[in-house]
T-cell receptor, first 114, second 112 residues
């Protein structure tokens, strides 16, 4: 139980384009989902907290207009990196939290911006 | 802001040896968690700790929530090659937010 999937697992895009990453909880409902970014050989840094049906809460220093988050259902949250640039290249990981439980993490999406 | 420091940063050990790593913070946490991350994958939960002083085991893994609520350690007994990976501690400080702060990570390499 508590499986979280992400799609795509990797994506390469040109600078200036937008990329959408999906995060799904497959066997549970998640009122809260989280988005993290991880640069090579570094730790996971929380970008934003996504609550179903409401606006996401962004961590300090994360541009909400650049990283658009939508949590339209209890099993799906999306992260759109708008006008991506090479410095946005990173490993993006989502997590989902069943009611009263810990976070379960997705397998991650590797984004490379050329 | 809050930061979790893990030590050691990396370690090489022989198969069969026991491993110990810890995580410290300048702030108090209400929940401590230990995750393992393999290359190119998301973190997988190993152990969750909810009370100061709590000692919890999961197979060959044992973790403790420090009495001061500012630290935690993870022990792995009789290491095997598949224990290779990066181990992260994570702390939840604010009740109800369920936000985690991740530690700096300990990279473990096991020599067969």
């Amino acid at each position: 139980g508590a499986v979280v999937s992400q799609h795509p697992s990797w994506v390469i895009c040109k600078s200036g384009t937008s990329v959408k990453i999906e995060c799904r909880s497959l066997d549970f409902q998640a009122t809260t989902m989280f988005w993290y970014r991880q640069f090579p050989k570094q730790s996971l840094m929380l970008m934003a907290t996504s609550n179903e049906g409401s606006k996401a809460t962004y961590e300090q220093g994360v541009e909400k207009d650049k990283f658009l988050i939508n949590h339209a259902s209890l099993t799906l949250s999306t992260l759109t990196v708008t006008s991506a640039h090479p410095e946005d290249s990173s490993f993006y990981i989502c997590s989902a939290r069943p009611q009263g439980s810990t976070q379960y993490f997705g397998p991650g999406t590797r984004l490379t911006v050329l | 802001g809050q930061q979790l420091n893990q030590s050691p940063q990396s370690m090489f050990i022989q198969e069969g040896e026991d491993v110990s790593m810890n995580c410290t913070s300048s702030s108090i946490f209400n929940t401590w968690l230990w995750y393992k991350q393999d290359p190119g994958e998301g973190p997988v939960l190993l152990i969750a700790l909810y009370k100061a002083g709590e000692l919890t085991s999961n197979g060959r893994l044992t973790a403790q929530f420090g009495i001061t609520r500012k630290d935690s350690f993870l022990n792995i007994s009789a290491s095997i090659p598949s224990d290779v990976g990066i181990y992260f501690c994570a702390g939840q400080s604010a009740p109800g937010t369920y936000k985690y702060i991740f530690g700096t990570g300990t990279r473990l390499k096991v020599l067969a």
